[in-house]
């Protein structure tokens, strides 16, 4: 199936690992052209080799995305580049594990800001870009967490997770006349370094929970993204859509 987006411009942030290495090489495989965002220097160098080899232009813009004056770098220069931007795929995120009573004010609001302030910064940059162009797709990471509240996951977290589903549903009302859609995927219980974190025993417990009897994989969350970052999502806007393998909590 051709996703029409052969040429296209995504910013993906925190796209060094995980999830959102794997939406990189997912939109690569469709020819769709890079501005990748990355904390991490190093995997984020590693994500750009990975997608030149697969054919499309790619260029690392290393910062920390809950501060603004990175991500307006980070779309200042992917336009520079490619002198246009049509899909931001709001990525990074992290996930500390720890009961709420043991939450600092200050632990609050750095997830607060890398989760959820990145998300607004980052649309509202994007924004910018896509409303002159008659087409945009932004498509956020929210999470089980954030749909049904944490167990494994942290109150901060959850708070992040279900804001990102909220300001998703509003942006999709208020930017729907520029052909920009806005959705985000929740996803369960996926296999990556932040699952990777939780003992062994912990992870038996959330498998056994799950109806495929599995953890979801980085790339099956990628594909459900890069759809709805193409032309097939093109009716498609404020939605949430659960990657759960079947939980239902
Ligand atoms: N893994 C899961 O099971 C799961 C489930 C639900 C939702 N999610 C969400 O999916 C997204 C990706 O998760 P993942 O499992 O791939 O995580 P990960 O930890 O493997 O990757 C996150 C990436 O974001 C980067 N990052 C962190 N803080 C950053 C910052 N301030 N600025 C720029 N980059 C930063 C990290 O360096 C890392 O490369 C996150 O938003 C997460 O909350 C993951």
Do not use: C, H, R
């Given at each position: 199936m051709d996703l029409g987006i052969k040429g296209k411009v995504a910013v993906i942030?925190?796209?060094?690992r995980g999830i959102g290495r794997a939406c990189a090489v997912s939109l690569a495989k469709e020819g769709v052209h890079l501005g990748l965002n990355?904390?991490?220097?190093?995997?984020?160098?590693?994500?750009?080799?990975?997608v030149k080899a697969l054919g499309v232009d790619a260029i690392l813009v290393p910062g920390d995305i809950s501060k603004e004056e990175d991500v307006i770098e980070?779309?200042?220069k992917t336009y520079e580049r490619f002198g246009h931007?049509?899909?931001?795929?709001?990525?990074?995120?992290?996930?500390?594990?720890?009961?709420?009573?043991?939450?600092?004010?200050?632990?609050?609001?750095?997830?607060?800001?890398v989760n959820l302030k990145s998300n607004f910064m980052c649309s509202k940059e994007a924004f910018k870009y896509m409303k002159d162009n008659g087409w945009g797709r932004i498509v956020s990471l929210s999470s089980l967490a954030g749909v049904m509240g944490g167990i494994k996951s942290a109150a901060h977290y959850s708070a992040s997770k279900a804001g990102i589903i909220g300001i998703t549903k509003t942006l999709a009302k208020q930017v729907g006349q520029y052909n920009i859609t806005v959705n985000c995927v929740a996803p369960g219980r996926i296999d990556t370094a932040m699952t990777r974190m939780l003992p062994e025993s912990v992870q038996a417990e959330l498998v056994a929970q799950i109806p495929l009897k599995r953890f979801g994989q980085v790339e099956e969350v990628a594909k459900v993204i890069t759809f709805l970052a193409s032309d097939g999502g093109s009716y498609i806007t404020g939605t949430c859509v659960e990657i759960f393998g079947g939980y239902t909590g």
């Open positions: 942030t925190g796209a060094g990355e904390l991490d220097t190093e995997s984020g160098k590693q994500a750009v080799e990975e980070l779309f200042k931007i049509d899909i931001l795929i709001n990525n990074a995120g992290i996930s500390p594990k720890l009961p709420f009573y043991e939450i600092t004010a200050e632990m609050f609001d750095k997830v607060i800001n």
